[in-house]
């Protein structure tokens, strides 16, 4: 009870008028392109009387049901909350210096526990300075500017997931260094430019691994992006959401560029996947487009990761092997909401792997078909989809999968 009587003294101690609204709405929006969360409302929040911090809270729930039908395997069923998470965000002192932190509980963001690894427990954990709409200076852990769909929250995706090349191509989220120079302007030519300089080892990163030779290396991770708006920007900065569920009045578009460099990177997918046997220097190009009218919204992209010498062994073993991902991938996105904010989506994926790496991982073409209803935009919707798969290994023979799936979205 005394605990309950101090938690409560403390947030009696807070008030939330008309002069403390105006800072969070005007200083405080929380336009960080390297997180670009989807916000339907600005959450739960508390701003100090003096103005001196400000503390939000969001959450956002995913839970699905998903009927798989693997070629040469029986039928099974799945069900898992697929996403937990929790968002706080806020600043200290002055609006200028914001914190944004993100943390997730779902099993299918946490993974198993490995020898020698960290649970990915935490997504986001940034500090920003922020002097004026323009600029903004950011160091710790986020995701790095790659592709329109990986930088986009998983809560603001059409379909369930994102597709086959972001999984296997895209950069994830990395430590270190992050910038952006923002230039946008309702009906005018915009553009952005973004970098980061980090480390390249991914989220949870610690020194430990489970083979000595990949240990304290000095690699460096480089990446840069321009982002180009030829006619301005979207409604409620809809480039940061899938789906035309604001019907844009007038045709918007949005092309966009990324390079990395991963010097010296320990995964086969970059900042991801698994241990690699040796250090090898990672070159990944991220090009894609989005537009947006009437309801109506296409995107397609074109990604691809190059590596010399992919494939590393062990020196103990020369029978086991760790190889990088790399080859090339389209995705081609079209979708039309009705005013009933029904929506239909079709998605199909081309993923063509190095000749270097064919008896790793098999050619992939997937094609995906989704229903959503949006209650409350993205911020609550039901979905439902069907994806077909076909893989094409080495040897040219052939697999075909399928899935069924239902998902539930709520959040603030």
């Known amino acids: 009870m005394k605990q309950l009587y101090l938690f409560l003294t403390l947030l009696c101690g807070f008030t939330i008028n008309a002069q403390d609204i105006i800072v969070n709405k005007k200083n405080n929006d929380l336009k960080l392109s390297s997180l670009p969360y989807y916000n339907y409302g600005k959450g739960l929040g508390v701003t100090s009387p003096d103005s001196i911090f400000q503390f939000n809270i969001r959450f956002r729930i995913q839970n699905r049901l998903t009927y798989f039908e693997n070629e040469g395997q029986g039928g099974f069923y799945e069900a898992q909350v697929r996403r937990l998470r929790l968002r706080f965000d806020g600043f200290v002192g002055n609006p200028k210096f914001l914190y944004v932190i993100q943390i997730s509980f779902g099993a299918g963001d ?117 982002e180009l708006l030829p006619l301005g920007t979207f409604k409620k900065d809809g480039h940061y959401f899938e789906g035309d569920i604001l019907r844009e009045p007038k045709p918007k578009l949005m092309v966009s560029g990324a390079y990395n460099i991963n010097q010296k990177a320990r995964k086969t997918l970059g900042q991801t996947g698994d241990f690699l046997y040796e250090t090898r220097d990672i070159s990944a190009l991220l090009l894609d487009v989005i537009a947006k009218y009437d309801g109506w919204s296409a995107m397609a992209a074109y990604m691809n990761r190059r590596a010399n010498n992919p494939v590393t062994i062990n020196p103990n073993d020369a029978a086991l092997q760790s190889a990088i991902f790399t080859g090339y991938g389209m995705d081609y996105q079209l979708s039309y909401c009705f005013p009933s904010k029904y929506e239909f989506i079709g998605r199909y994926s081309i993923q063509k792997v190095d000749y270097e790496i064919e008896a790793f991982s098999p050619n992939t073409n997937q094609f995906t078909f989704g229903v959503n209803k949006y209650v409350w935009e993205h911020a609550l919707k039901l979905q439902a989809e069907f994806a077909s798969e076909k893989q094409t290994f080495m040897n040219n023979s052939t697999k075909n999968n399928y899935y069924v799936r239902f998902q539930i979205e709520i959040g603030i």
Do not use: C
């Not at 990915?120 to 004026?132: C, E, L, S, T």
């Open 110 to 226: 946490v993974g198993s526990e490995k020898p020698g690894e960290n649970l990915n427990v935490i997504r986001d954990a940034m500090v920003y300075y922020k002097p004026n709409k323009n600029w903004q200076f950011g160091f710790g852990v986020t995701k790095l500017p790659g592709t329109r769909q990986t930088v986009n929250s998983s809560g603001a995706l059409q379909l369930s997931d994102r597709s086959i090349n972001n999984f296997k191509f895209g950069i994830d989220r990395d430590f270190g260094f992050h910038m952006a120079n923002l230039n946008e302007f309702k009906d005018k030519f915009s553009y952005n430019f973004k970098g980061a300089v980090t480390l390249g080892e991914g989220r949870n990163w610690t020194t430990n691994s489970t083979n000595s030779n990949l240990k304290d290396n000095n690699g460096v991770s480089l990446t840069g992006k321009v």
